[in-house]
């Protein structure tokens, strides 16, 4: 039986909750949405931390992002919310946060796209990183446009991560996987770099979605995900300037107390 309006406002007010006992938020950031019918959108508010919100704070919108009901005012981040709905009639639930590790590739300008965990291959293919746009106008989608059709959750350079899919529940997990991913992936890194799995065993593993009832419809797309053969060797011969070697040179001086 489908959920009733009451219900589904309870999942909205209860990821509040977790996203920010998770510190995927500070203060009143991020933003959830649910798909209650073909023209409108039950919204978490501008200017209310996400943790803390109660029943009424939620507002309906129609999909044009126009106010229909509710005291509060509408987040300036809706009209992403509304392109993925767009775009995505499949997508019922769309939640977007700020948690650390993964906001931390994303500002570093690093996607995350190394085919290194069967998980995250089988359930998102990859992370894309999508161009910075100025939150609250329409270039913040921009980025995001090549992506959307093909992939479960995005990473919003110098912003933020923002996840959908078929339940509010089904977008937060996704958005727990991402930043898992991120935190093993910045552990790989400390400890000497990630092995990439060959082309061959991704394959094997977008091959076997169907078993895990998994829909996702992206492989090899867009460049990602990485495997091993994509990596470049670490006996491999690069060409630098002049300039860039004195610098690195200068750098190390430097580091070790030279001058
Ligand atoms: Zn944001």
Redesign the pocket.
């Known amino acids: 039986m489908p959920k009733t309006e009451q219900q589904l406002r309870d999942d909205i007010i209860r990821v509040g909750r977790m996203i920010c006992d998770k510190g995927w938020i500070a203060a009143n950031?991020?933003?959830i949405t649910i798909r209650l019918g073909p023209n409108l959108i039950l919204a978490t508010p501008t200017g209310v931390c996400k943790g803390m919100m109660c029943m009424e704070d939620l507002i309906l919108c129609d999909l044009d992002g126009n106010k229909i009901a509710g005291e509060r005012e509408r987040t300036s981040?809706m009209g992403m919310h509304l392109t993925i709905y767009k775009l995505r009639p499949d997508v019922m639930a769309i939640l977007?946060?700020?948690p650390p590790t993964a906001t931390g590739f994303a500002t570093a300008g690093r996607a995350l796209n190394l085919g290194l965990l069967p998980e995250i291959v089988i359930r998102l293919g990859s992370v894309p990183l999508c161009d910075y746009g100025l939150?609250g106008t329409p270039a913040l989608t921009e980025g995001m446009l090549p992506y959307i059709p093909k992939y479960e959750a995005l990473l919003?350079a110098n912003?933020?991560v923002v996840s959908y899919g078929s339940d509010v529940f089904d977008a937060y997990f996704k958005m727990e996987t991402v930043e898992h991913f991120a935190r093993i992936a910045l552990v790989a890194e400390l400890l000497g770099g990630p092995k990439v799995l060959p082309r061959a065993e991704i394959q094997k593993l977008f091959d076997s979605r169907k078993r895990y009832s998994v829909d996702s419809n992206n492989g090899f797309d867009q460049g990602a995900p990485l495997a091993a053969e994509d990596m470049p060797e670490s006996n491999e011969k690069f060409e630098i300037t002049r300039e860039q070697l004195l610098s690195i040179i200068d750098e190390a001086l430097k580091v070790r107390g030279v001058y």
């Open positions: 950031d991020g933003n981040e977007h946060a700020h939150p919003m912003h933020g």
